[in-house]
């Protein structure tokens, strides 16, 4: 009888944690299934950037109902289980957590039980993170033989059938296959840290205790990482935030540093909705049936993103606002009558307007924060009420469900070269600004800290960033009365994108110069990570590595949007994909 299938994930964050779920299914639902199963992690594993040595105010950006990683109760509804399967909320209920919902003037807290649509603390969902693991490994079958390597793959060698993997302290291991999950590469707890730029433009990790209180601080960005920033050097330098009848209020502790913010775009995230996670569905949408799109593929092969498939995309938004709006506001029937394209358009809501924005120059450094704040304050009320009851906000949250018929159409080599760097530059970029933006907690905590002079936000958008002795020059581009300031350090508020990882990974870099891998994007510009076939095994030229399997963010190009923890709904792709290579190893007929 042959020997057991051995399969190595190297990397277990919460990419590699679903692979293992779906490995540990595989071989719980059939008996005949023999694997070996090797974790390759230096850290805790099934963490990743979850770390439980995050401090306590960093938050999700998921709502906690949203996430479980026992994806089996959804995938494989015959398996009948003999151990637990929680989800993050299940779980967290069960161990009574609470949540402090606000801090009175006295200081005194004010707690409550949860609810799903809580935002919660990063390090909470590590404990979860680590509970699916331990849950996972100690109930392993007896067809399914689980070992955990802590330590670093350094290269990985092809053998004449498997893969021989090296690891830092110079020790071997060989494998079949070999699933690479390396998300946010070595180090991921430096992407809760604070990164300057140094004058060379290389990233360096810098302490909050060496910025001085006042110090003028540049922050590049809006996105998740500016704001973890902004928490590091406010709430982390004794700040807090205290609720009073006029709203949130920033007390500040004097040691904060002054903040300047400023992005390319100029434009704040759109905040996550607030409540239930209820989606304004409409029965025959676009979303469901899928119709549209999948005629596209089958008449044009290689597709332009702008000329082909946006237009529907800009339909089914405007038909999710319609939805809304017919059932939110009585009086906006008219909007049912002509295309729902237009029908939006006469409603107040542009969803080209709101992916592609038309670089706008504003008079002068007031018009511009008079803006920005208008923005953020008509986001918030968006968020609070939700897409079931905001029509807007209905049309933008549809982009969450359209990126499954998105991933359809343009991954793996769907577009034409040109249209995919534009589809890149612009449609995805635009997306993460407009459904993967802070929670609203973290929106009103801004505008506390910007009421409070903490934060400001004087330049515009896209101004221009110059290195002078001792610091960086700020000046506006984008304002007619041009405006400047002085910041002495510079951070980065951007999450590195797939290209920087691969930088970064002796692993990659190994993987690169022997050509087993290589980067989807040699120009580095589109947030690519490694060129992937279908299968998700890496391809260089002429040839394909088989027996590697590449997940996650490092697929990031080649697959469509991967930066989120495995979950149901609209985050379920990442078992579905796992579960395809899985299938792959234990030569199953494809499930889906
Ligand atoms: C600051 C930040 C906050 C985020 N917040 C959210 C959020 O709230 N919700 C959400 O859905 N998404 C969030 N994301 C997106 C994030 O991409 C995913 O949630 C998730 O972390 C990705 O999981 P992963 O397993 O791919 O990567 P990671 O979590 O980065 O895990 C990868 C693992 O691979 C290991 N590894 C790397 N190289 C090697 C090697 N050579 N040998 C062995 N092991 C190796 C690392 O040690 C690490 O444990 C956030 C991202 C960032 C940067």
């Not at 990063?122 to 404990?127: A, E, I």
């Not at 290689?302 to 000329?307: A, E, I, N, S, Y």
């Not at 469900?401 to 760097?421: I, K, N, Q």
């Not at 299938?583 to 889906?592: D, K, L, M, N, V």
């Amino acid at each position: 009888m042959a020997g057991p299938t051995v399969v190595a994930i190297v990397g277990c964050g919460p990419w590699g944690l679903a692979v293992l779920e779906r490995l540990h299914t595989a071989a719980l639902l059939d008996a005949r299934v023999r694997l070996v199963v090797h974790v390759i992690e230096p850290g805790p594993p099934g963490v990743g950037i979850y770390s439980e040595k995050l401090p306590e105010y960093l938050l999700l950006n998921t709502a906690c109902g949203q996430v479980d990683l026992f994806a089996s109760k959804i995938l494989d509804p015959e398996l009948e289980c003999a151990f637990a399967r929680p989800s993050f909320f299940d779980w967290l209920e069960a161990q009574a957590y609470r949540v402090t919902q606000y801090r009175r003037p006295d200081g005194a807290e004010v707690t409550r039980g949860l609810q799903k649509a809580d935002f919660l603390p990063r390090r909470w969902l590590g404990r979860y993170l680590r509970l699916v693991f331990d849950t996972l490994a100690r109930h392993a079958p007896p067809n399914l033989e689980l070992r955990v390597h802590p330590r670093r793959a350094l290269d990985i060698a092809a053998l004449p059938a498997g893969e021989r993997i090296r690891f830092d302290d110079g020790t071997r291991l060989d494998a079949d296959y070999v699933f690479l999950t390396l998300g946010h590469g070595e180090s991921p707890l430096s992407h809760s840290e604070l990164r300057e730029t140094s004058s060379s433009g290389a990233l360096e990790t810098l302490e909050p205790a060496s910025i001085e209180p006042g110090e003028p601080i540049g922050i590049a960005g809006f996105g998740l990482t500016a704001i973890d920033s902004i928490t590091h050097l406010t709430v982390g330098k004794g700040g807090s935030f205290v609720r009073t009848e006029r709203g949130l209020d920033y007390v500040a502790s004097g040691r904060e540093p002054r903040l300047l913010q400023f992005s390319r775009s100029g434009l704040p995230y759109e905040p996550r909705p607030q409540g239930p996670d209820e989606m304004a569905r409409r029965p025959g949408s676009l979303a469901h049936d899928g119709a549209a799109i999948r005629h596209l593929i089958d008449a044009r092969g290689q597709v332009d993103f702008r000329r082909d498939l946006l237009p529907l995309v800009l339909d089914e938004m405007a038909a999710c606002f319609s939805h809304v709006a017919q059932t939110t506001k009585p009086s906006a029937s008219a909007l049912a009558a002509g295309s729902p394209a237009a029908g939006a358009r006469r409603g107040g809501f542009d969803p080209a307007g709101d992916l592609f924005e038309r670089e706008r120059v504003f008079a002068d450094s007031g018009a511009y924060q008079a803006s920005l704040l208008d923005r953020i304050a008509s986001g918030l009320d968006e968020s609070r009420r939700g897409p079931a009851r905001s029509p807007r906000k209905a049309g933008i949250e549809s982009l969450r469900e359209l990126r499954e018929l998105v991933r359809a159409v343009v991954d793996f080599g769907g577009l034409t070269p040109e249209s995919f760097a534009d589809y890149r530059r612009h449609f995805v970029t635009n997306i993460y600004r407009l459904i993967v933006g802070p929670p609203v907690q973290k929106m009103e905590e801004w505008l506390a800290l910007r009421r409070a002079g903490v934060v400001v936000t004087p330049v515009g958008p896209n101004p221009r960033v110059l290195a002078r002795s001792g610091g960086w020059t700020l000046r506006s581009t984008r304002l007619e009365r041009s405006a400047a300031c002085e910041a002495s350090r510079l951070l980065s508020g951007h999450a590195s994108p797939a290209q920087s990882v691969i930088q970064g990974s002796a692993l990659l870099q190994n993987l690169t110069a022997e050509g087993r891998v290589r980067a989807l994007d040699p120009s580095g510009t589109l947030g690519c990570g490694l060129d992937l076939d279908a299968c998700f095994h890496p391809r260089t030229q002429g040839s394909t590595a088989r027996r590697l399997f590449v997940l996650g963010l490092l697929s990031e190009g080649a697959r469509s949007f991967n930066l989120y923890v495995p979950s149901p709904g609209s985050r379920l792709r990442a078992f579905t994909d796992a579960d395809a290579c899985v299938s792959e190893i234990i030569g199953r007929p494809a499930r889906r």
